[in-house]
Structure formats: structure tokens, C-alpha cells
């Protein structure tokens, strides 16, 4: 636990339906003073996992967004530092350690950016778009909130100033095509609803050029061709959460027009 250091640290976890990770995810906590998950109403044994571990508050809320249900889960945090975790990352023994020097120095940034190493099915993916893959995870709680209006890919403005972690965090987003696959459609989705508040009107370009283009810079740009088969895969799921979101954004201009 960190009650010897000056600052003290909140772990925040948003879930629903994580009971392949969260057992593994909360094992490695244990230098936290606060964790606390803010699952939506998860139907798996993401509740009784979480409730088997002592030092974790797990709340449930009707899931809106991901914005919304971040800044919930930031406005329970009672201490000075935050650290904002998904469910399919984890925390290597060096970055660990490098968080509990960072948070114990008197002059620190006021959010730090992780830089992730992305995992297909337990082995690393070194292209495809993710060689240079990073978001804040660590920030001063007073300093920092989650842009309003970001309903998917989310977006932590920060009051003052930002640096990098040295040590990678690890991502376990792949863990088969079918999940993979229906997370980037309802990113897809999201994104859609996130669009239409912003009354964005869907063109050809929206629906063919911009996904081809998302494949074709992910594989061939950023190298997703060395990758190999994962590669193809990852590339192809990726630009299909970007075709999804168009014929979205469509139907609820379509569903509008009709009422």
C-alpha cells in the first residue's frame, strides 16, 4: 500500500462482462489505497469476482457512454491520484514501480501518458497502427477531466502539464475475432450517436473512402503487412468500425427525418 508516501493513489476501472479479466487485473492491486470499479449491470461473474477482493469497491450504474461512466467512476475517487485502468491491461512489475516513484516526487507533471504494447491472443502485435498506441492513465484528480460529448475513445482534458511514463503498459484487447470484432461495432456505433449530436451529414466519402483508407494506412503505412495474418485481421476489424459508424449515422438521420 502507498499510505507511506505523500500522495496516495485511486485505481478506477469501468466494466461490463470482464469476468475473463478482472481476477487477474485485481490480483496485481494490491499497491493501490483505493480501487473501485463501476461495472453496468454486468450479466458474467464480473460482480462476484470483484466483491471476492477486499479492498475493491465495485458500484453499478446504468451504462450512457464511456465519457459519463469514467467521470462517475473519477468523481468516487477520495484520493490525490488517479489511475484510470481498463479491464484488458495490465500493469508490468517495472511500470508499477515507476508509478509509486512518480506519484512520491514533489515536482511532478499533473497526468502522465502510458505508452501500451498490444497483445493478439498473448503475443505481442508490433505494427498495425499500435507501434505508437498511448493514453493518459495516470493524472492528479483536481487537474483532469474527461471531455463531455466524447461518447467512445474518450478524451481526459488536462489543466497543466503532461509527460511520459518510460515503461509500457500492456493491452489484452484481442482475445478472439468474434469479441474483437463486436467491440469495434458498437465503438462503431457510439461513434455514430456521437456524430449525429454534432449533426455531421454522411457523404460518399464517409462510407467508402474513409474505412478503405483506415485499412489501407494501417496496413500498408503503419505496417501492418509484417504482422502478417494478426495483421490482416486487426487492420480489417478496425476499418470495419469505422464502415459500421457511416450507415449508422444514416439510419438515425433516417429515424429523424421519419418522426
Excluded at 38 to 58: A, G
Excluded at 83 to 112: G, V, W
Excluded at 136 to 153: C, P, Q, S, T
Excluded at 228 to 255: D, F, M
Aim: glycine share 2%.
Amino acid at each position: 500500500m502507498t499510505s507511506n508516501l505523500k500522495n496516495k493513489i485511486s485505481v478506477l476501472i469501468i466494466t461490463l462482462n470482464e469476468e475473463t479479466h478482472m481476477h487477474e487485473l485485481l490480483s496485481d492491486l494490491t499497491f493501490a489505497d483505493e480501487v473501485i470499479v463501476v461495472d453496468s449491470f454486468s450479466i458474467d461473474k464480473t460482480k462476484d469476482i470483484c466483491l471476492s477482493f477486499e479492498n475493491v469497491k465495485f458500484i453499478e450504474h446504468k451504462f450512457e457512454n464511456y465519457t459519463a461512466q469514467r467521470n462517475i467512476a473519477l468523481d468516487l475517487a477520495k484520493n490525490s491520484w488517479v489511475l484510470f485502468l481498463d479491464a484488458d491491461e495490465r500493469i508490468t512489475p517495472k511500470l508499477k514501480e515507476e508509478i509509486l516513484n512518480t506519484i512520491s516526487l514533489e515536482n511532478t507533471a499533473d497526468a502522465y501518458f502510458f505508452l501500451r504494447k498490444f497483445m493478439f491472443q498473448n503475443k505481442p502485435l508490433h505494427f498495425s497502427g499500435w507501434q505508437t498506441d498511448k493514453n493518459i492513465r495516470l493524472f492528479k484528480k483536481d487537474k483532469a477531466r474527461y471531455i463531455e460529448g466524447r461518447l467512445v475513445h474518450e478524451k481526459l482534458k488536462v489543466n497543466g502539464t503532461v509527460a511520459v511514463l518510460k515503461n509500457k503498459l500492456i493491452h489484452y484487447s484481442y482475445l478472439n475475432y468474434d469479441s474483437y470484432k463486436a467491440k469495434m461495432v458498437s465503438y462503431g456505433k457510439l461513434k455514430a450517436k456521437e456524430l449525429y449530436a454534432k449533426n455531421v451529414k454522411p457523404n460518399f466519402f464517409h462510407f467508402y473512402i474513409k474505412p478503405a483508407y483506415k485499412f489501407f494506412s494501417s496496413y500498408f503505412i503503419r505496417l501492418g503487412i509484417l504482422d502478417g495474418k494478426k495483421g490482416i485481421i486487426i487492420c480489417y476489424l478496425n476499418a470495419l468500425s469505422i464502415y459500421v459508424r457511416y450507415p449508422e449515422l444514416a439510419k438515425l438521420i433516417k429515424e429523424k427525418r421519419a418522426n
